[in-house]
């Protein structure tokens, strides 16, 4: 990582990590289905991608009557590598406190699987893929997706692994939004859901910072049009803005100042220039120069929509009839110090579960860390889901 | 106003306003004080500014021993027309509902001024003035200039306009800053004050979001590194996504739902494309549009880096030694849903004066309305500036 005195640099970076990003893109370093173009998805818009890939990972091992898998569901910028090293970065994987042989989802005992979402960058077909109607990349010929379309192509993965019924589907942020929106469409095949600090609708606030982080990008002369591929350019500046911007929402006010307050970076005193004196500035510059080597643009603008278009109660008239019916055992979890899905929304989902006598617990877990505390060392979250995990494996057989 | 669909439109726009805005730097519509270049105004940093031009506007009539003056201190991307029709956008002045004939700060009776603050571009001396040295404009060799500066610049207007003890000085936002840094550093000639929704300090969120309006600026190619005076381009998309990003925090989270929530702007449903679909959208659009047109981007660079050094504390050793041995009358008012410089920040501001037993009463003002509500139609907020101006008033001796 390198950063200028008083602007993100994009000059100095290694190419090789933007390269090995956008390779991932058409040969991804996961498994990988796809689906012949005789099988198209057919998308919430009416429109259709053929052929559909899907990469994805898996850990531990299916059991013998399928019953011991859980879909794990990743957020706007997250992807299939829960508990593998990154690929790109090199970096553990984003889950992978969580995911892993003994830990609160134990793959000694869990199958574990984890899909790129539709409209990602990391091997599913998005953007970035080659758009069979014309040879090279959608870029904004790609069709805009929703949070449906996302379980969807999801739900075409679990039918090729042969899987009847989930034994868990678990989320936070975008990935809560596909396990509520699996537990609506899929009833029969859920048989337990955690959704994780997240939302049934997106409030204004939160289509309002999405907008913010998308006009940033198109503002990007760069961007092109969404037709950068395999031109010299990318959208670096204005993506790296776009992931400033948002990187303030997944953290507490508390947590910034308590990491960050008004300390100095590297100096004693303000230098009376734009230089990045301030350690939150040189954060938030080195946020967005890193998130712009492992992530396309283009995926990131279809992907915010999605978000943005989710409105389980818009869809269904009323939140409670998304879950009519529903036999699945529900653990919705909040943090006290999200405000990105505060605790409120999380209540939403839970009155609605509970005014169709659906059974959920609800836990808010006290925290200072904002949004991102699902992502973090938080004992009581792991405990959590150990416990709701445990408990149903029991309940359901699972050695 | 012209908004594309699916980004900020920035050719369509009336360039009459742009001029119009342009010509405000060296031919304001505005009172104009310009002090030789033998007084230069030496400044915070070390460096010093000359000549200096200061550019306000007044209201209602000094009386005979000057005693009736009102300092007003103006906002981030205010100016001086508090209370006439601008002269660029030909809208109400921007506290039209608080200052004039009969009104909270009534000018039958004071003698309200308001200067453009140092680093503005509504004719005081900023980045886009004439750096004597070059004979261009400044841009970024403009010095970097702190709220000190800003008031030390004020000072001399009210020096030049014979004016020793100020009635009042009242602020919000950044105008509550300039108010706290006149009672620290003048202390004599401040006999009440009015710090409105601000803070004593910068949090690391708050440099955070104007970190992320400064790397929206400095992305757009059209900055030029601040050299864009004179060509064809200026950074109006780096500019307007600053705004939008800013607009944000200048609203509560219940003010953007109960306004906008998830409504769709001039549709009955979803495009699936990057349109406005939403009504948030198209009004965020809106904001940062039309704020280019009136607002010259490297003064936003600057005065956003004024207040994020803005720390009286760390000037002072202990922010109670601010207002050691103070006479200043002071009211101090927060809202309840200010989330920008919410309630804690301003009683901080408070506890400060207790700590050395100053006269000060605060108020705070139950609104949902988020950090605008200073700037909005709130009876109680105009109930607190009357009374208590009347009844210091009438202390004074003021008829």
Redesign the interface.
Known sequence: MSVRD???DLTARQQAQADAAARQVTEPQSLVVRFPASEPLRLD?G?EIAPLTIAYQTYGTLNADKSNAILICHALTGDQHVANDHPVTGKGGWWATLVGPGKPVDTDRFFVICANILGGCMGSTGPASVNPATGRPYG?EF??ITIGDMVKAQARLVDYLGIDQLFSVIGGSMGGMQVLQWCARYKERVLTAMPIATAP?????N???H??G???V????DWQGGAYYGTNARPA??L??AR??AH?TYLS?KA??D????GLQNRDQ?S???D???K??SY??HQ?STFVDRFDANSY?YIT?AM??F?LE?EYGKLANAFTGTKTQFCVVSFTSD?LYPTRDNKEIVKALNGVAANVSFVEIESDKGHDAFLLDEEVFFATVRGFLNAAAKKRGIA
Do not use: C
């Not at 609708?201 to 606030?205: D, L, R």
């Not at 990491?259 to 008004?262: D, S």
């Open positions: 008083n602007s993100i818009s429109r904004v069709p805009v609708w997106h409030t204004a606030q289509i309002a910072f907008e913010v998308r006009q940033a198109m503002a990007d002369p500046r204005g790296a803005v400033m911007a303030i006010e910034l100042q990491k960050f307050g008004r303000h009376f220039s734009f990045a004196d301030f939150i500035e938030l510059r967005g603008l929509r943005d278009y409105d818009a405000w």
